[in-house]
């Protein structure tokens, strides 16, 4: 498993770091209500003053990605608080990147163990930087560090860090799927649907441009070209009877499709301001 993090040498990638602004550019430049109130990530990064100004910060040029950004945090976290209400104690987030939900909500997260998966140079650095800016790292986090490129084995890390494969899980996996190739992407599958009854599975996908709004088509294509000249193409596009029956395939007991419109109802309805997710890159929701 590659995530979008692979080439980072000290500290987190490019596309860890926007996905980061834009949750704190949600708070200072939208509307209240607030899908997300995240700027932990903008703490952590600590940008030049002159951050709003980047390209890729431009309130309107950016509010469907933004708010896409900050509805995938939102249902994840959901979950998490869901899934620790029924009593499950483990949390997987696989390519976990600058995610800040142990910081944000302590009072469920200190009720599982949290197992944040992703790069070993990308956890130094956020374990550094949590350390400066005084969270510190509790008991129940624990970084997982996999060196992906050197072939290393994110199931067999993860055991090795105290995930008890014999307990169920919810294991999320956002932004991630589109950088891995479809057997990479199959493999999670696998392995999460052997996880014990009352295991769930959450992964963000992108769709096929033939599945986009024809108007929005153009607007993609130029992120997919940017994703590419920098060196992490997209390499996986699946449609959604197809990722749930690669889920069912698996062994997962039930899959389903979680559509943009289906987020958008959930947690943009009624806004004065029109914001909503980009269409694009919905949920798989699975369960054991």
């Known amino acids: 498993m590659r995530t979008p993090n692979h080439k980072t040498e000290n500290g987190p990638d ?14 200072l430049v939208d509307s209240p209500p607030h899908v997300l109130e995240d700027d932990i990530g903008l703490r952590l990064i600590a940008p030049d003053d002159g951050w709003r100004n980047r390209p890729d910060m431009h309130p309107e040029g950016t509010r469907g990605y933004r708010a896409s950004i900050v509805a995938r945090a939102r249902f994840v976290e959901d979950l998490a608080i869901e899934e620790s209400a029924r009593g499950v104690e483990q949390y997987v987030l696989l390519g976990a990147g600058l995610d800040t939900f142990s910081q944000r909500k302590p009072e469920v997260a200190s009720r599982l163990k949290v197992f944040e998966v992703d790069q070993p140079s990308v956890q130094r650095w956020k374990h550094e930087r949590l350390s400066e800016l005084g969270f510190g790292i509790p008991p129940w986090l624990r970084f997982v560090p996999v060196d992906f490129e050197a072939g290393a084995s994110w199931w067999d890390e993860l055991l090795a860090n105290g995930f008890d494969a014999a307990q169920p899980a919810l294991v999320s996996s956002t932004g991630v799927s589109m950088y891995l190739t479809r057997e990479a992407v ?10 014990p009854k009352g295991s769930t599975f959450a992964m963000t996908f992108l769709l096929p441009l033939s599945l986009l709004p024809v108007q929005e088509r153009a607007r993609h294509q130029a992120v997919y070209d940017r994703a590419r000249e920098a ?3 997209f390499l996986s596009f699946f449609e959604p009877e197809e990722i749930v029956a690669l889920a069912r395939e698996a062994g997962f007991a039930w899959a389903r499709h979680v559509s943009t419109a289906d987020l958008t109802q959930r947690y943009f ?3 004065a301001d029109g914001l909503q997710p980009a269409v694009g890159e919905p949920f798989l929701l699975a369960g054991t």
Not at 14 to 27: K, N
Not at 186 to 191: G, T
Request: net charge positive; no cysteine.
């Open 14 to 27: 490019p596309t860890a770091v926007r996905t980061a602004l834009w949750r704190a550019l949600h708070l």
């Open 186 to 195: 199959v493999a999670i599958l696998s392995r999460v649907a052997a996880l």
């Open 231 to 233: 060196g992490t193409p």
């Open 269 to 271: 309805a009624g806004r």
